[in-house]
Structure formats: structure tokens, C-alpha cells
């Protein structure tokens, strides 16, 4: 049984940092590029950051660009999302995705498995 668990979401001030964790099991993790998805309040989703199954290609929303960071541990089957210089707009639940290819888009059609999701709320 394919399992996505995030972690490491919470409420930080404008300006602070974040890690979130993505611990996947029941599938080959390294074989797969994984994303980061987020669904603010009363919007639809929104694609940050998308990893390759090596981790050597990433891609990442505009507006998070220079602020966060995707990688991944392929020995230990977790996914990241190191966040900083958090906004306001960053406030979100924040999913990861597998892919249902070693390189991942920003289409949700190519992805198969998503986690249960971790709030991030930025507020001072």
C-alpha cells in the first residue's frame, strides 16, 4: 500500500522558516519525481516545486522561487520542503505527490498518490 505522511507544517511569523517532511513507503521512492502542492483557503490547488526521482533536476513556482527549497533522500524515502522568508500567502495545506514518472510536471494527471497534507500558516 503506497503511504505519503507530511510532516513539520505549524504557524510561524511573516519572514520565519519551515521544514516539511514527506516519509513515503509501498512504492520504489527513488524510481518516481515527487512535488509539493498547495491548496490555500477557498482556491484551488497550486503546484511549488517538483523533483526528479534523482534529485539532480527541480522546478519551482515563481512566487516561492529563491524562498524554498525541494530535495529529497532517496535512502531514507523522504521528500522536503525547506520554506523561508515565509508570506502571508504562503498560508496553505501543503500535500506531496508521486509521480507516475521518473520526471514530474506540473500536471495532475501525472500524479497517482498524494498525502494527507500539512497546514503551514503565516501570521504574525
Known amino acids: 500500500e503506497v503511504q505519503l505522511v507530511e510532516s513539520g507544517g505549524g504557524l510561524v511569523q511573516p519572514g520565519g522558516s519551515l521544514r516539511l517532511s514527506c516519509v513515503a513507503s509501498g512504492f520504489t521512492f527513488s524510481s518516481f519525481a515527487m512535488s509539493w502542492v498547495r491548496q490555500a483557503p477557498g482556491k484551488g490547488l497550486e503546484w511549488v516545486a517538483v523533483?526528479?526521482?534523482?534529485?539532480?533536476?527541480?522546478s519551482y513556482l515563481d512566487s516561492v522561487k529563491g524562498r524554498f527549497t525541494i530535495s529529497r533522500d532517496n535512502a531514507k524515502n523522504t521528500l522536503y520542503l525547506q520554506m523561508s522568508s515565509l508570506k502571508p500567502e504562503d498560508t496553505a495545506v501543503y500535500y506531496c505527490a508521486k509521480s507516475i514518472y521518473y520526471s514530474g510536471t506540473y500536471s495532475s494527471n501525472e500524479y497517482d498518490y498524494w498525502g494527507q497534507g500539512t497546514q503551514v500558516t503565516v501570521s504574525s
Open positions: 523533483i526528479n526521482s534523482g534529485g539532480g533536476s527541480t
